[in-house]
């Protein structure tokens, strides 16, 4: 079964400083990972994604996620934030070698850009 | 606006109701997956279909819990006898095709609340 953890309920990072938001997966074949935002009572909004290449991804909004298979992680990061990149972020497996044929989601990262 | 479209975007019902919630996908997009959100947690999977096929229901409960995406019209997802667990927030995702690597875009929920 694949699974996502993302071990940050909550990152608070101060306007202009990068940020690292935190994911690693589980699954039995090689993944394809996703990176979604949600803000307040709206759906969720695709980033980027990674199927494979280039272990580094770049996305909409200036984020980017690497992908690191030997620690099977796919933080997303952006290199200095902003107030409005405050919102709730969610990473995704999916595998395509079985499994579910929906994503699976991990519980989400509240990220808070302080001013 | 050519997004995922839900409606209704809150719905009250008493505990033994039915709820009919439903989602019009992206324009060209033939693949529906309806996801469920309790509070602070992330997404689950719950069916993926097809117009006029289910594909995929391995994460729908067993009971009271139906959908569907006829030839025509919009995907419905269907919960009967209401119980207080089913409050969440719905949400509906669509894609272009069944590839495992291509994003889902979703659309902004139905919120769901059992009195």
């Known amino acids: 079964a694949q699974s996502v953890a993302q071990p940050e309920d909550q990152v608070n990072v101060a306007e202009g400083n990068p940020l690292t938001v935190k994911c690693t997966y589980s699954v039995s074949g090689n993944p394809y990972l996703f990176w979604y935002v949600q803000y307040p009572n709206r759906g969720l909004q695709f980033l980027l994604k990674y199927i494979t290449g280039d272990n580094l991804v770049k996305g909409s909004y200036g984020f980017e996620a690497e992908f690191n298979k030997s620690q099977t992680s796919f933080h997303l990061k952006k290199p200095s934030a902003l107030v409005s990149d405050s919102a709730l972020y969610f990473c995704?497996?999916?595998?395509?070698?079985?499994?579910?044929?929906?994503?699976?989601f991990g519980k989400g990262t509240h990220l808070i850009i302080q001013p | 606006n050519a997004g995922v479209m839900q409606n209704p975007r809150h719905l009250v019902r008493r505990r033994g109701q039915e709820a009919r919630l439903r989602c019009s996908p992206m324009?060209?997009?033939?693949?529906v997956y309806w996801y469920r959100q309790l509070p602070e947690e992330g997404l689950k999977f719950m069916v993926y279909?097809?117009?006029?096929?289910?594909?995929?229901e391995s994460g729908m409960p067993k009971e009271r819990f139906s959908a569907e995406f006829p030839k025509e019209g919009p995907s419905i997802l269907r919960i009967q006898q209401v119980v207080r667990g089913d409050s969440a927030a719905y949400f509906c995702?669509?894609?272009?095709?069944?590839?495992?690597?291509?994003?889902?875009?979703f659309g902004d929920g139905t919120r769901l609340s059992i009195l």
């Open positions: 279909l097809q117009k006029e096929n289910i594909i995929d």
């Open positions: 324009k060209g997009h033939s693949h």
């Open positions: 995702a669509s894609s272009v095709t069944d590839g495992s690597n291509q994003p889902q875009h």
């Open positions: 995704a497996v999916r595998d395509p070698g079985g499994g579910a044929d929906g994503l699976t």
